[in-house]
């Protein structure tokens, strides 16, 4: 069940909460719960290697922060982390810089999602509580005196009773699909672009974020490090990684960062890609009977506000505490309302994506009125303290 020969693999066949995935939101929550001396098993599909190299987002809201540090999970993120105060915006050849730190005196951090990963499973490998990778949980039962999981590993089909289950599996996992379809609505938004992702070994474009909106599309320029650049290329929704050859990558990042007021962006050997499709996507409902679910189990935005990660962190808070009333003080007035708590913070992120996906993309379909829309509203946004005010309370991080 585990290759980890540090994993406590021993499987209790019954546990307070069962955690499927081993993602930022599982493996955040079962270490919450152990402070609180509250007993999990988290249950993994995949490698822990494969977990560990898993490139996604890297900037972190400053509760998201708050949250990791008050759990002692947060030394190599302070460490490690780069403070961003602000980003910039780079667009009819000129330059801008938006800071948020005057408007909120916060600021966001830029760590490697797959870095966080790695840290909180080393913290649970600390606990000694049971996470089990190449585990697949293939049906939940969340209804009845207690709720059960099934799962798959070499050895067989194995079944784990549980008070609770959380669904922290992600977007293609097994939670969501556990509330029967009568219960549970959707609401989601398809774009029709999509951005390729690059890791590169050479100088980040500027000294913090920067986005820049193109007739072309936009290109997002990022960082893991001082050599070490996160870049992204919006690209039409249906394109494969194989369409583009390194050069072109490079090509149409230089040419949508270009102004005169820059230097030309520096290449370097690209040793990762991704793609991802820009897709809005909210769970009418994050809870049936004995099953909460967590992150991108209930909701996915476009990467473009960077909230994925963030979304994943206020469910946790929210379902967390509501755990804990429940075994301490056996008060269940959080976990009765946890989908409806979740779910309004939930939205101020799914509608600041929304905005700064519709306000830095271009759309294929877009008609010359949008595009006047767009100018606008970067204009104002430039002009205005009160615009970038609600811009940098939200990019630094709502309160949960
Ligand atoms: N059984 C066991 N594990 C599963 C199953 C299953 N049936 N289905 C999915 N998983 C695992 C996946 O392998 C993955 O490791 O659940 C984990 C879910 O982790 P994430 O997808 O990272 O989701 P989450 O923890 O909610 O974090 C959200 O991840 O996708 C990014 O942009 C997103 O930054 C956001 C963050
Ligand atoms: C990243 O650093 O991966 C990143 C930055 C800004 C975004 C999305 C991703 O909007």
Not at 5 to 13: E, G, K, M, Q
Not at 309 to 323: F, G, V
């Amino acid at each position: 069940m585990t290759s980890d020969p540090t994993l406590d693999d021993r499987v209790p066949s019954r546990t307070q909460v069962a955690i499927v995935g081993a993602g930022p939101a599982g493996l955040t929550l079962g270490h919450l719960l152990h402070l609180q001396g509250i007993g999990s098993v988290i249950l993994e599909r995949s490698s822990r290697e494969h977990v560990e190299q898993r490139l996604r987002a890297g900037i972190i809201e400053q509760p998201s922060v708050d949250l990791l540090v008050s759990a002692g999970l947060g030394d190599r993120l302070l460490r490690a982390g780069m403070v961003h105060s602000g980003f910039y915006l780079r667009y009819d050849d000129s330059t801008h810089y938006l800071d948020f730190h005057p408007h909120t005196g916060q600021h966001a951090t830029v760590y490697g999602q797959h870095e966080l990963v790695k840290d909180l499973i080393a913290a649970r490998i600390g606990t000694r509580r049971p996470l089990l990778f190449d585990t697949e949980v293939t049906a939940i039962s969340p209804t009845g005196p207690t709720a059960s999981v099934r799962y798959r590993t070499a050895a067989g089909e194995h079944t784990l009773e549980a008070d609770f289950v959380v669904g922290a599996d992600g977007f293609h996992g097994a939670g969501r699909a556990a509330i029967p379809a009568e219960v549970r609505g959707e609401l989601i938004r398809e774009y029709p672009v999509a951005w390729l992702g690059i890791l590169a070994e050479s100088t980040p474009a500027a000294p913090e974020g920067m986005y820049c909106p193109h007739p072309n599309g936009l290109s997002v320029h990022s960082m893991r490090g001082p050599k070490l650049s996160r870049q992204y290329l919006q690209v039409p929704a249906g394109t494969e990684l194989g369409d583009w050859s390194d050069e072109q990558i490079w090509d149409e990042l230089s040419l949508r960062c270009s102004a005169a007021d820059a230097a030309p962006l520096e290449t370097g050997p690209i040793i990762e890609r991704s793609l991802a499709p820009l897709r809005s996507y909210v769970s009418s409902t994050m809870q049936y009977d004995r099953l909460f679910l967590a992150g991108d189990a209930a909701h996915i935005v476009p990467p473009t506000g960077a909230r994925g990660l963030n979304s994943a962190a206020s469910d946790i808070y929210y379902l967390y505490h509501a755990l804990v009333a429940h075994y301490q003080r056996g008060d269940d007035r959080g976990l009765d309302g946890y989908s409806a708590k979740a779910l309004a913070r939930v939205w101020k992120a799914q509608r600041f994506s929304w905005w700064m996906t519709t306000l830095l993309h271009t759309f294929p379909d877009s008609l010359d009125y949008d595009r006047q829309l767009q100018q606008t509203e970067l204009d104002y946004l430039f002009s205005s303290e009160a615009a970038q005010r609600s811009l940098a309370e939200n990019y630094v991080g709502l309160p949960f």
